[in-house]
């Protein structure tokens, strides 16, 4: 199903990621879902854990698979990147969501910081994911998985 006008599109952290990092193969990719969508009508949206994540990886060095950033670069990204989303704040709703999923899925480990995005998403009537990752998310039937670029 193709998005249209008046859309909120969910983003994981890996297009804020590629997005900051030229060097990635997506990264003009990741750059025309924040130049492309919103001239759409299309509404992006983040989170507070997406936001952190962005975060840890953009501030680790690069030899321990982060980008490197200073601190004080990172944070005028977050800022930037705020600037051009809705944020969605976790809630009580989104913690019942978190349980009732990982009760349904079982899942456990890693694997259960895809599971609160989703739950995120579901407290805030979001469908559309879009990440590069599209694996992560396999299984939540109620939500909808985009990869930018992909048709």
């Known amino acids: 199903m193709a998005m249209k006008r008046g ?11 590629a997005a ?25 949206a983040v989170s507070g854990q997406v936001l952190r994540e962005y975060l840890v990886v953009a501030t680790r060095p690069v030899k321990n698979n982060g980008l490197g950033l200073a601190l004080r670069d990172a944070i005028e990204n977050i800022i930037e990147f705020r600037s051009r989303t809705i944020f969605l704040e976790e809630n ?25 995005i989703a ?8 469908r559309i994911l879009m ?6 998310f396999t299984g939540i039937p109620v939500i909808e998985v985009r990869v930018p670029g992909g048709d």
């Open 20 to 44: 900051t990092d030229a060097g990635r193969s997506v990264h003009h990719v990741a750059v025309g879902v924040f130049q492309d969508l919103p001239g759409e009508g299309v509404h992006l």
């Open 119 to 126: 739950a995120t998403m579901i407290s805030h009537r979001i």
């Open 7 to 17: 859309d909120i599109v969910f983003l994981d952290t890996n297009i804020l990621l």
């Open 92 to 116: 009580l709703d989104t913690s019942e969501g978190l349980v009732d999923l990982l009760s349904q899925t079982g899942t456990r480990g890693k694997r259960i910081h895809d599971m609160n």
């Open 131 to 136: 990440t590069f990752n599209p694996g992560d």
